[in-house]
């Protein structure tokens, strides 16, 4: 059974940082794609930072300079190290996990609150 484990989040000052991770079940094999995902109140979730096995990383533009994500393969772990927030980076984040056998699975989600 896949899970997959979130922590990280938490309350911070504008120009704090947070770091957030996610760990995947040792179940989960040949993971190729690994990324976190916001959603504020009343708004679309959309995609923050991706990357793959590759190790191609990409990042929405409101966050580039600003977050960095990495992985480490062997733990199936992934991170976001966020800096420099601001508060219309309060949201709901969530991670997402894919390979191709096993398809795409979501995390709980972590909230983080950036106060102005």
């Known amino acids: 059974q896949v899970q997959l484990v979130e922590s990280g989040g938490g309350l911070v000052q504008a120009g704090g940082s947070l770091r957030l991770s996610c760990a995947a079940s040792?179940?989960?094999?040949?993971?190729?794609?690994m990324g976190w995902y916001r959603q504020a109140p009343g708004k679309q979730r959309e995609l923050v930072a991706q990357?793959?096995?590759?190790?191609?990383?990409n990042y929405i533009d409101s966050v580039k300079g600003r977050f960095t994500i990495s992985r480490d393969s062997a733990k199936n772990t992934v991170y976001l190290q966020m800096n420099s927030l601001k508060p219309e980076d309060t949201a709901v984040y969530y991670c997402?996990?894919?390979?191709?056998?096993?398809?795409?699975?979501w995390g709980q989600g972590t909230q983080v609150t950036v106060s102005s």
């Open positions: 990357i793959t096995i590759g190790r191609s990383i």
């Open positions: 997402y996990v894919s390979s191709p056998a096993a398809g795409g699975y």
């Open positions: 040792r179940s989960f094999f040949n993971i190729n794609v």
